[in-house]
């Protein structure tokens, strides 16, 4: 099993540009999520699905948007890029809708915008 | 939303000594969960443990759910145990809320 994987691992963006955050698990989990990493804090969850077609927000949605067309995917949509937006995103994944589960976290991506 | 409190923010040991880090939360949680994140960024579950103790080697952790908080143990520490540890939460919301994090560094 590769696990959870995110591309790209690196990306520059200029302010206004959109761009989609790859995530793929091939665990056959049913909870996904994407959560942002600012330096010296915590995660904060962007976006949640418990499964393929549904999604819901987090704590800090504003600016992404999310879908979940199969149980392995679920990308994060960048609409219009801002400095605010520039961070360390991860992509997590586990067994059951209830995230009690162990959760499995991909490498993650980092993101500059300009 | 829930609060989550983690300290000390910073920590710095000399290998073989023993550590206790501390998790606070606001309010009643059916989920916690302990995590290392490696001087790399990846992030690894350490434990579920929304309430009671459980131990993996040389980590332990005990929830006291009653009066909201956890602390996870570090016992005979290693350098390669340096990162940042952070707990997390759940509100019976399928929301994961993390705590600011543990920063540790352990020298040789």
């Known amino acids: 099993n590769a696990g959870v994987t995110q591309t790209p691992k690196f990306q520059v963006l200029k302010t206004g540009q959109s761009m989609t955050l790859q995530c793929a698990q091939d665990?056959?989990?049913?909870?996904m999520s994407w959560y942002r990493q600012d330096p010296g804090m915590g995660l904060r969850l962007i976006h949640y699905?418990?499964?393929?077609?549904?999604?819901d927000q987090g704590e800090v949605p504003n600016g992404y948007n999310v879908s979940r067309s199969t149980t392995e995917d679920f990308p994060l949509r960048l609409l219009s890029a801002a400095p605010s937006q520039t961070s360390v995103y991860f992509c997590a994944s586990s067994y059951q809708v209830d995230p009690a589960n162990e959760q499995f976290f991909g490498p993650g991506t980092r993101l500059t915008v300009l | 939303g829930i609060q989550v409190e983690q300290s000390p923010p910073d920590l710095i040991l000399q290998e073989g000594a023993n550590s206790t880090l501390r998790c606070n939360f606001s309010d009643s949680v059916n989920n916690l969960q302990w995590f290392h994140q490696n001087p790399w960024g990846q992030l690894i579950n350490l434990f579920y443990i929304p309430s009671g103790t459980k131990q993996n080697g040389r980590l332990s952790a005990t929830t006291v759910a009653t009066e909201r908080y956890s602390l996870l143990y570090i016992s005979s520490s290693q350098t390669t145990d340096s990162g940042v540890y952070f707990c997390?939460?759940?509100?019976?919301?399928?929301?994961?809320?993390f705590g600011t994090g543990t920063r540790l560094q352990v020298f040789p």
């Open positions: 997390a939460v759940e509100v019976w919301t399928d929301k994961l809320i």
């Open positions: 665990m056959n989990h049913e909870y």
């Open positions: 699905s418990v499964g393929a077609g549904i999604t």
